[in-house]
């Protein structure tokens, strides 16, 4: 039971650090956290007597792939084998892909400030308040820079890889807000619930949902829906 608890803690602890959320202050102590006789950069919590670990780091120290779908979340460690070239191609395979620590602070900020601009237009539709091009326009410039400095921490394959499906989410999303303030300029009337009906809005929340499953494994992910 108590490591049932242990596990289960720790997926609730991941995914309140990828939407930004705060835990209660008390009672909380940070420890460190061994992985094979290794000392690990992974961030483990102590709260009430329970330690609770951050599952996106200790994926990038044992070599793992985490993937978020929907209420899942599935962390898949490489099979070990001593002395087996398998092991050694399956480790090499996953360094590949991993995203540098760099990239991922960055990359996480570019998403975040897109993210703010699709609820500002969202709540703008769905509450019929006016959509001004100012207000539009500075949450576009904040992502852009966001997205230039992510592009300038990319080291690796993965990186740049990454960097284009965040590029493509924010395109998408460009498109999304020039075609209702053109809407709202020619006094066109918007549905409340006009997203709901809209291929392009749905492709960037599905875009989203896999850009924050590739962010928490720290590993590059193409599942298509950025394309």
Known sequence: MRERRFYTGAAVFMLMLA???TL?????QMLTLIVNGQQSHVAVLQINGYPYVELAGL?????SSLTL??????????LSASGSSGTSSTVSSADARGLSRSFLKAAIEAMSSMREWHSALANAI???YPIAENWLVNYQNETATNLRLASLATSGDADRNALQLITNVFNSMKRLSDYYFGKRQSQSYISPDSLKDSDL???IVTCGHSLAAMVAS?????????Q
């Open 69 to 78: 779908k929907g209420s899942e979340i599935t962390l898949t460690m490489p």
């Open 201 to 203: 809005d749905k492709k």
């Open 59 to 63: 994926a990038r120290a044992t070599n």
């Open 19 to 21: 939407l930004g959320l």
């Open 126 to 128: 769905q509450n019929q």
């Open 218 to 226: 720290g590993q590059f992910q193409d599942d298509g829906s950025c």
């Open 24 to 28: 209660f202050p008390a009672a909380q």
